[in-house]
């Protein structure tokens, strides 16, 4: 997460860990795992902003100097109309990967806010646990980071600008990515 | 029929299976009958091992995804890991990712740059072609005890390149590239050879499934399936409401098992020309033969395999319900983990020649269409999962899948191209001329092949 030179009146300790502001984007962390886990996908499209990008690059295993290993080549590269398209075909019934559904939880923990460019604008970053099962399968899980950037368009109401997924596997051990992150 | 049981004594020692059945009898491409015990089955799978990824050609990487001298690339050869490296003199290598000493992984990132290789374990230090520059300790060592010049790193025993695609053999013995792709080159070469030179573009996504890896492979040949499966994009306007749609085409068998689709696509201007933009069509004529490039302009989709498991997709979709449909190459590899699951390999590729605004639409509407999170494979994997899960049991293992499809068929001899030819694409001719050729591989006599010999390497370019 970069951290943020243009404050623009959000002082930093604005954003720490207990402060009204940390409660208030945590709630709404919380709203929108809760509808990605109650298969509310409908509702949860209505979060994203209209120039939104959604992206998990994929990761490589690369020796210590060469960095984290993400890659230009991504598993999720995504707007608006995309994730719309990936909402409307679930919705569909025919979708067989995801009908009958996967049962899913979003666990988030280590949220950490910054004050973004803009004065609406939050950089948001956050481990994630997603574990998945469907039928009779043993859970598969993800895990990593995800950095947001949320966009304040009223009191405790926020709009998904960006969401990178960064996750840890580089070989993803899971049937297909039918579940959002 | 669609129960058909099927099952038959053992013909030959070699070939029964420890249900007593022989798989000569339980495998009938030519009847359209394969078991299903061939799916899920530990013995089959451990033949499989020997006499098909021991031995056969395998897909390792593209020439583009090492462009200099020192890049590596981690791999396999069939189910074995590999280097593959360009090396200082710049030609492509591959190896055995193990070292001579104790087979501890050498390279141990999946992409590497390196003037040398050194085991992490006790230092053994290889040059990028392969030679044993030092080991541990070396003056521990007594009089020939230690003979460096016999202990370079394995080699791949056959390597081979064409249109930038490396392959590899464990099995000294194996034709030569050339002549085990045979009259697939007439069709590689409209492929990855239409505008000039195609490149790979950056890292494979890579993920494993809980299915046969023949699943797969069955699939990347199947155009029927493709209304059905793909049923929620008929639904959103994405495919073409005709389940006919994916048919207006033909299927071509060749020789060593290789099999191809040419598919036309609706009869609009961006379903011409395999999906390629405009300005490129002109250079089908530069680059390929006149009855190359008409198929390459009549033509929307194409799928094909380099038996056994490497394939190419050439499609044209949009990526979402508000874009216009654009052309798409994805390169796929399966790699069996085990009898039930395999590591699937997906590739974006595209010409160098084309427009940087292509270039970035094509490759958004692959990663919304293909790979693990694909709106199209999804729904894919699961069929593959679920065929594989209900193929387990004994009773499932009685029973033959159908696969008879266009049986009575009369070839085409109008089609321009080698090989027999169909026309109309729904049929299963193409996945019987796989099963057949995976049926004379697994009868073929065991044999050990010699040991490390060096490679006969191709020269890069």
Sequence with gaps: MSAAPHSAGVP???????????????????????LLDNNEYGAWIELCAEDIHYVMPVRTTQVRARGPGFEQVSFFDENIHSLRTRVARLETGSAWAETPPSRTRHFLTNVLVQAGERPDEFAVAANFLVTRTRAEQAYQMFAGRREDLLRRVAPSEYRIARRRILVDQTVITSTNLSVLF | ???ERISGKASQPGMRLAS????EQI??????????????????????????????????????????????????????????????????????????????????????????????YHGWTYSTSGELLAASSEHHYGPGELDKAQLGLIPVARLGSYRGLVFGSWDPAAPSLEEWLGDMRWYLDIIFGRTGEIEFVGVPQIWDVECSWKFATDNFTDNFHVYWTHQSLVELGMLPSDPDFASHGHMVTLDNGHILHFVQGPPMEAFQGLGLPKSLWPRFAEHLSPA?????????????????????????????????????????????????????????????????????????????????????????MENWEECTAAARGPAAKRYALHHKMGLARPTDATWAGPGIAYADSYGEMTQRAWYAEWLRRMRQPAHAPTAVQRPRVTAAS
């Design chain 2, 292 to 380: 190359q490039a008409r198929i390459a302009q009549a033509h929307g989709y194409s799928a094909g395999t380099m038996w056994p498991n490497f394939h190419w997709l050439q499609l044209v979709t949009a990526g979402d319900t508000k874009s216009e449909p654009v052309g798409i190459l994805n390169l796929r590899l399966e790699v069996p983990l085990s009898p039930t699951r395999t590591r699937m390999y997906s590739w974006f590729a595209i010409d160098k020649a084309a427009p940087a605004g292509y270039r970035k639409t094509s490759y958004e509407t692959y990663v919304r269409c293909f790979g693990p999170s694909g709106i199209f494979d999804q729904d894919d």
């Design chain 1, 12 to 34: 930093a300790d604005a954003c720490a860990a207990g402060t009204p502001l940390y409660g208030e984007i945590l709630g709404f962390l919380y709203r929108e795992a809760a």
């Design chain 2, 27 to 120: 495998v009938r491409p030519a009847e359209g009958l394969i078991s299903r015990r061939i799916f899920a089955d530990p013995e089959v799978y451990e033949r499989e091992l020997e006499q098909i990824f021991g031995r056969a050609w395998f897909f390792i990487g593209h020439e583009s995804e090492i462009p200099e001298r020192g890049d590596i690339v981690a791999r396999q050869c069939g189910v074995d890991p590999v280097i593959l490296v360009r090396d200082q003199a710049g030609v492509v290598r591959a190896f055995l990712n193990s070292c001579r000493h104790r087979g501890m992984r050498l390279c141990r990132a999946d992409r590497d740059h390196a003037t040398a290789l050194r085991c992490p």
């Design chain 2, 1 to 3: 029929m669609a129960n």
């Design chain 2, 20 to 23: 007593g059945e022989d798989l």
